[in-house]
């Protein structure tokens, strides 16, 4: 791997890196959502420096040129990370839900607590 | 435990015309029992018009769809102890009549009751994609489960207590459960049976679980498919 890539795609990865602490620094993004993408960055640093990595990993699942390899990385990355948005707002909708039917709940149960009084429907 | 009577749940969405119609039948046939309106998201004045007419409401605060309305319903008839929860479209196609049957049906064990139109002489049956989808759920329903249910799609269903825990559970099926419900609810061992229902014509254009047909029959197979594959610990979630 020449040096210019190097430098180049090491630069990237760290400014991941950065902008994901950041954004959990300043509350932007829970600490849970945010080690998928440290794992990401993380990998990219990995592949640099070891560079071995990515030959062996080519050899291992078969494919001709490591770039594919790469490619196939990034989509799976893709892939998994759309899936655990999908778990997370399955999940959410769930809770909004139940939360909804909640305030539904509690609002009969006080109006029956406090009948409503003459002319107020 | 001072255990109450039947709870009629009767979710709506936009019904504000029919409403007076529909609940002055529902208030002849069956005097002795208590309705809850579950008004989902309405902009009609569903609500108000409810009220006007003398009906308890449950007042979500968005539109929850179908199935999350009936089951806040069902929520309440849980926490409220009644030993019934009958739940009963306000678009005017189910017949308050029926009900005594399902009731009946409930009172000798069953834990669920489904009001079936299928072979009920005068009872509307729908368009031809809706009767053939009727089929095919049905025919599903049996392969996965042995039940011979001839109308898993209905609306009209009585609900004894363990039938409404199940249903009342936070991730139960709520876009629109009917198919899928019973599968479940035979899983989670529960007695299920179907009594005869007269459905009508609804009176209005926008059935609650109407439009979207692909979709719906798309997501009703997995979701009928997953139902069976789900375990007891599953049916609790």
Same mark, same amino acid.
């Given at each position: ?16 890196? @950065? ?5 959990v ?10 080690? @998928? ?7 990219? $640093?990995?592949? $640099?420096?070891?560079?071995? @990595?990515?030959?062996?990993?080519t ?7 490591t770039t ?6 990034? $989509?799976?990355? @893709? ?7 999908s ?35 | ?24 039948e ?10 809850? +309106? ?23 605060p968005?539109? +929850? *769809? ?13 926490r ?10 306000t ?5 308050? /009549?029926?009900? =005594? ?6 009172? #000798? ?11 009920v002489?005068?009872a ?22 042995g ?5 898993p ?6 609900? *004894?207590? /363990?039938? #409404? ?19 479940? =609810? #035979? ?15 609804? /009176? ?13 029959t798309?997501n009703? +197979? ?16």
């Amino acid at each position: 791997m020449p040096l210019r890539q190097k430098v180049f795609f090491l630069a990237v990865a760290v400014v991941l890196l @950065l902008t994901i602490v950041d954004l959990v620094r300043r509350r932007r993004m829970r600490v849970e959502y945010s080690w @998928l993408w440290i794992a990401a960055g993380a990998s990219i $640093i990995a592949l $640099i420096l070891q560079y071995d @990595l990515l030959i062996h990993l080519t050899a291992l699942i078969g494919t001709a040129v490591t770039t594919s390899t790469l490619f196939f990385l990034c $989509i799976l990355f @893709l892939a998994v990370l759309s899936l655990s948005y999908s778990v997370q707002l399955s999940r959410l909708s769930w809770e909004v839900k139940e939360l909804a039917q909640e305030v539904a709940l509690l609002r009969r149960e006080r109006e029956q607590a406090t009948p409503a009084q003459p002319g107020r429907a | 435990m001072t255990e109450r009577g039947v709870l009629l749940v009767l979710p709506a969405w936009n019904e504000a015309e029919n409403l007076e119609a529909v609940v002055g039948e529902l208030r002849s046939v069956r005097p002795l029992d208590e309705f809850l +309106l579950v008004d989902d998201g309405s902009t009609d004045g569903t609500g108000a018009e409810a009220r006007r007419l003398g009906v308890p409401v449950l007042t979500l605060p968005f539109r +929850l *769809g179908y199935g999350a309305a009936v089951q806040a319903g069902i929520k309440w008839g849980l926490r409220a102890e009644h030993r019934l929860v009958v739940t009963f479209d306000t678009d005017g196609q189910h017949d308050p /009549r029926d009900i =005594a049957g399902l009731a009946e049906a409930a009172a #000798q064990g069953a834990d669920l009751v489904i009001g079936s139109r299928v072979g009920v002489a005068g009872a509307h049956s729908g368009s031809w994609p809706r009767r053939a989808g009727r089929r095919l759920f049905a025919l599903l329903v049996r392969a996965l489960t042995g039940l011979s249910l001839s109308d898993p799609t209905s609306g009209l269903k009585a609900l *004894g207590p /363990r039938a #409404q825990a199940l249903f009342a559970a936070a991730r139960f099926p709520d876009r629109c459960p009917d198919a899928d419900a019973l599968v479940l =609810a #035979q899983r989670a061992h529960l007695r299920v049976e179907e009594r005869p229902a007269h459905m009508r014509r609804s /009176r209005n254009r926008h059935s609650m679980h109407d439009g979207r047909a692909v979709a719906y029959t798309g997501n009703m +197979l997995f979701s009928l498919l997953v139902a069976a594959m789900c375990r007891e610990a599953d049916l609790r979630r």
